[in-house]
């Protein structure tokens, strides 16, 4: 069964309340104490333990964060001092009950109850008005198009527009009775008639379809099909499609009841909960590895190559969302230029560029850097933007997605990533590109946490190697 995924930012929300408890705690600690480390002295290392299992326990009871961009100021405060009160009191009950407390417990966790509350609210707020910010620049959240008749058009678009709850935002309209291209209805534009829809779905960033349209119309539902063969959710107005077996939940969106499709099994909570937690974890020590790399092989590039040391570009993420990569600059200033002179001896057949012996990476230390995967590091800085992933599919230039055909584009149905299944199965003997396509799809239907782990480990030991090597 489909159901949909938490967003990156409900998991951006539940690793910033945690830090902001043991903070909290820590801080407590200081205050009341003057010096030390609580986690030193054993039973407030307990008592740090057991605040992480309560937290969780009721983070999963309470689902804290489930409507967390509907509240306003004030209702977001109430929240954070209701779930930092259930944390707090749980705690008092456990070392009531267990007997459990020391001559000065009382005094620092009553200072962590108030403390917790307003770095928690803090954070919160930070974090949401961030996440606004980039939704409003037209970056952020799910983008959904809506498929319609030109009857329902104003209504629909209305009712979509004014459900928005800070996850997905509505970025055109297909009208499939009439061609209304360059019109806008209520400040939405109109994107395609239904002659080219589906071109113009394959070449723009679209994590979702909306289709209100009559259920079983035959060539709304061979559109769903090919939204469905490209990675692309599809949810139906009055659930009723006859597709093809795919992962189907009925639920709803903006107030509809929709039946929800996607070709790709996902799990409810847990294991797209861990897999952000890991990639935040390991974008923050990956950032740290990237700025003493940058001042070790920094100097080196400049010299070798005067301009900057780091090269950024941009690249197709999740669904045909844009963004800039970031790497160690390991080529001359031209390269990018100089790419059409040596497409001729591309080495990759399909919609890859890649060539052993290139002559545009800076002799000496470029090359080092690429032997080495230190070019890379910078990519840390995309994964704890969420950008990328640590493990996921290689992320296409534009040209190489402007080339992509429909079955190409489901590689793209999860967020990139900086190792993956390709790098992983001998990635310098791979030459053909279906094959890493097929690898690529492999992985995302195939796709657990512990497949995630698995790859990681297995990247390590090849870069240990220096085995592998683009």
């Given amino acids: 069964m489909y159901k949909r995924r938490p967003e990156r930012w409900q998991v951006d929300f539940l690793v910033l309340d945690f830090v902001s408890m043991h903070l909290s705690f820590f801080l407590a600690y200081r205050i009341r104490q003057g010096s030390g480390l609580p986690y030193a002295d054993p039973f407030y290392r307990n008592v740090a333990i057991m605040l992480s299992l309560l937290y969780l326990t009721t983070v999963w009871l309470t689902r804290n964060h489930q409507d967390i961009f509907q509240r306003g100021y004030g209702l977001e405060f109430l929240a954070c001092a209701r779930h930092v009160t259930y944390i707090a009191g749980l705690l008092f009950m456990y070392l009531f009950l267990t007997q459990n407390s020391a001559e000065d417990s009382r005094a620092v966790l009553l200072l962590m109850w108030g403390i917790q509350i307003?770095?928690?609210?803090?954070?919160?707020?930070?974090?949401?008005?961030?996440?606004?910010?980039k939704l409003a620049s037209g970056t952020g959240g799910h983008s959904l198009i809506l498929l319609t008749t030109g009857k329902r058009a104003e209504q629909m678009v209305r009712s979509l527009k004014g459900h928005r709850h800070g996850t997905w935002r509505l970025t055109g309209v297909a009208?499939?009775?009439?061609?209304?291209?360059?019109?806008?209805?209520?400040?939405?534009?109109?994107?395609?008639?239904?002659d080219n829809i589906l071109e113009w779905i394959r070449r723009n960033w679209v994590d979702e379809v909306f289709l209100d349209t009559p259920v079983?119309?035959?060539?709304?539902?061979?559109?769903?099909?090919?939204?469905?063969?490209?990675?692309?959710?599809?949810?139906?107005?009055?659930?009723?499609?006859?597709?093809?077996?795919?992962?189907?939940?009925?639920?709803?969106?903006?107030?509809?009841?929709?039946?929800?499709?996607?070709?790709?099994?996902?799990?409810?909570?847990?294991?797209?909960?861990?897999?952000?937690?890991?990639?935040?974890?390991?974008?923050?020590a990956g950032c740290m590895i990237a700025a003493a790399a940058a001042v070790c092989v920094g100097p080196f590039i400049y010299l070798r190559s005067p301009g900057p040391i780091f090269f950024r570009q941009t690249r197709v993420g999740k669904n045909g969302k844009v963004f800039e990569i970031y790497k160690f600059r390991s080529m001359y200033l031209d390269a990018e230029e100089r790419k059409s002179e040596l497409m001729e001896q591309n080495e990759m057949s399909g919609l890859m560029f890649k060539l052993e012996n290139d002559p545009r990476i800076i002799k000496g230390i470029g090359r080092f850097i690429r032997r080495t995967s230190i070019d890379e590091l910078p990519q840390f800085w995309n994964v704890l933007k969420g950008d990328m992933s640590l493990v996921g599919t290689r992320p296409p230039t534009v040209d190489e997605?402007?080339?992509?055909?429909?079955?190409?584009?489901?590689?793209?149905?999860?967020?990139?990533?900086?190792?993956g299944m390709w790098q992983v199965s001998g990635r310098s003997d791979i030459t053909d590109f279906e094959e890493v396509v097929n690898l690529d799809i492999k992985y995302i239907l195939n796709w657990s946490f512990?497949?995630?782990?698995?790859?990681?480990?297995?990247?390590?030991?090849?870069?240990?190697?220096?085995?592998?090597?683009?």
């Avoid at 307003?118 to 996440?131: E, I, P």
């Avoid at 190409?408 to 900086?418: E, F, I, N, S, T």
């Fill in 175 to 194: 009208i499939l009775d009439g061609d209304w291209r360059d019109e806008r209805i209520h400040g939405i534009p109109v994107i395609s008639s239904r």
């Fill in 450 to 470: 512990y497949l995630d782990v698995k790859i990681l480990l297995k990247t390590v030991f090849i870069v240990l190697r220096r085995s592998g090597a683009a």
């Fill in 118 to 133: 307003c770095l928690t609210y803090l954070f919160r707020v930070v974090c949401k008005t961030a996440v606004k910010k």
């Fill in 216 to 284: 079983n119309h035959r060539e709304t539902s061979e559109i769903a099909e090919r939204c469905l063969e490209m990675g692309i959710t599809v949810h139906q107005n009055l659930a009723g499609m006859n597709l093809k077996p795919h992962y189907q939940s009925v639920e709803h969106l903006a107030g509809y009841t929709v039946l929800s499709v996607n070709d790709i099994r996902m799990e409810v909570i847990r294991q797209p909960v861990l897999k952000r937690i890991l990639d935040i974890c390991g974008g923050l």
């Fill in 401 to 419: 997605w402007e080339q992509y055909q429909p079955r190409h584009r489901k590689r793209l149905a999860v967020k990139p990533g900086m190792t």
